[in-house]
């Protein structure tokens, strides 16, 4: 049986370690609320933008480089968004999990002669493509220290100015959609090139096919989509990184939540064998005493 001294330490340190595990869960609480109003703010205007943008779409004489669909796809870029720490139960490798069976299903070819891209957001994402035969062509260790748009604006800036010049035929984006505390929905998306039909659900379609307004633009509806769509493209992957940010939040603050709960149990277990540890002791102590006290009066 273990020494009792041992196991007092064990009970010590484990309450050491509950008392850490509440600390993140309180902090993640904090964060996750913050983050949780940062998405509800910018979801309408997200939102908006693209139904904007696919009224203007369906409208537009010229077809934007953004939107056109290439002949053959040779060059394709992931745009993976990870997060800076760990404790966050498997929100990290769920998501990494869900892309590499996207690229063996769909992109093998082109991992193999080198055609396919990474650029990966956040020390997790870094950490574990780079350790794997991946081409990470740009980098961000420790992006959600500080958010700003900017951020966004400066990565998105030179990959559409690459799409445009053709060295990417196709950009996706996976990420962690905040669903709730306990869940997240693993997403990969398309975000070049636009395709059109994916800007308005079938229900704002039929909606807008009954409320339609003709719309007098001021300049030309091509101009303002040369400007929009990348403010578009910007702002979807903006939304993706405050959603990602969310689910983060709310993925540790359930995970130290559960450690939290762990830790009571086997405290819990550590005391029960504490106090049979330190009952057997006290019943053979008593025992050596009763035997001494009968070889002395036999004596």
């Keep these: 049986m273990a020494n009792l001294r041992d196991i007092r330490n064990r009970i010590e340190s484990i309450k050491n370690t509950q008392q850490i595990t509440k600390a993140m869960k309180m902090v993640a609480a904090a964060k996750l609320r913050k983050a949780q109003n940062r998405i509800i703010e910018t979801r309408p205007y997200a939102s908006k933008m693209q139904e904007i943008v696919a009224r203007l779409v369906g409208s537009a004489k010229e077809e934007n480089l953004l939107l056109k669909q290439p002949e053959t796809t040779d060059q394709v870029l992931f745009i993976i968004i990870g997060s800076d720490r760990g404790l966050c139960g498997g929100f990290n490798n769920n998501l990494f999990k869900e892309v590499k069976k996207r690229i063996e299903k769909d992109f093998a070819e082109y991992k193999q002669n080198d055609t396919l891209s990474l650029i990966t957001i956040g020390r997790k994402a870094t950490k574990h493509f780079g350790k794997r035969e991946y081409n990470i062509v740009q980098e961000f260790p420790g992006f ?126 550590l005391r029960l064998e504490y106090n049979r540890a330190r009952q057997s002791a006290i019943t053979t102590e008593i025992s050596e005493i009763i035997s001494g006290a009968q070889a002395l009066e036999e004596a």
């Design 144 to 269: 959600f220290d500080e958010l700003h748009f900017s951020q966004i604006t400066e990565i998105m800036k030179s990959v559409i100015s690459e799409f445009k010049l053709g060295n990417y035929d196709e950009v996706h984006l996976a990420y962690n959609e905040f669903k709730s505390v306990i869940s997240q929905n693993r997403l990969i998306e398309q975000v070049l090139p636009i395709d059109p039909s994916t800007l308005v659900d079938e229900d704002e379609k039929e909606d807008s096919e009954k409320e339609f307004i003709d719309y007098i633009f001021e300049p030309d509806i091509d101009s303002i989509l040369e400007d929009l769509l990348p403010l578009h493209i910007n702002m979807q992957v903006w939304k993706a990184v405050l959603e990602s940010n969310a689910a983060e939040q709310g993925a540790r603050m359930t995970a130290m939540d559960n450690a939290t709960e762990n830790a009571k149990e086997l405290e819990d277990d």
